[in-house]
């Protein structure tokens, strides 16, 4: 093997890596990059390089950003004294697009789970804690995802936030908008029905 196929070998190891993409998925994609190596492959080396050297987690809230502290932790407008919890950035990320939440955020980084060995401290739980009682929070909306770990974790701030004076919410869950109940499993089906409402 030429030194030049074992560097696009490693390469497409590398993307199969990611996720969403297996062996096959990556190797199109490698071949994809390289006859578009001028328009795509250049480009998204320069930018891969530069998220690399600059992309840094928020000491407040956990979010992806390029300075100590995110955007959102920095915008005055979002003191509003409500946090949303988040497992990870993606969902903080699917808040966002939402644009209906305009308070601030706190990023788990994943979830309770005895199978795996991961408590409280190995997420950023104290830490959620401490900004509770430090930043005038009067509102927690958990924003955990409808899985036994992510149900699990939520009962597990509720009970540690009680008595504390804060307001602890969470998402409805439920039949989504323009979803048909025969495509629905379940647990959302079961949810939505809990979560009734009066017309």
Known sequence: MSEATRDIEALIDLMARLPGLGPRSARRAVLHLIKKRGQVMAPLAQAMAGVAATARECATCGNIGTADTCDLCRDDRRATGEICVVEDVADLWAMERGQ????????????????????????????????????????????????????????????????????????????????????????????????????
């Open 100 to 199: 209906a939440f305009k308070g601030r955020y706190h990023v788990l980084g994943g979830t309770l789970s005895a199978l795996d060995a991961i408590g409280p401290d190995e997420l950023r739980i104290p830490k959620l804690l401490t900004r509770v009682r430090d930043e005038n929070v009067t509102e927690v909306i958990l924003a955990l995802n409808a899985t036994v770990d992510g149900q699990t974790t939520a009962h597990y701030i509720a009970e540690a936030l009680e008595g504390s004076g804060v307001t602890v919410t969470s998402l409805a869950q439920g039949v989504p908008i323009g979803g048909e109940l025969d495509y629905l499993d379940d647990g959302t089906i079961q949810a939505a029905l809990r979560a009734r409402k009066q017309v």
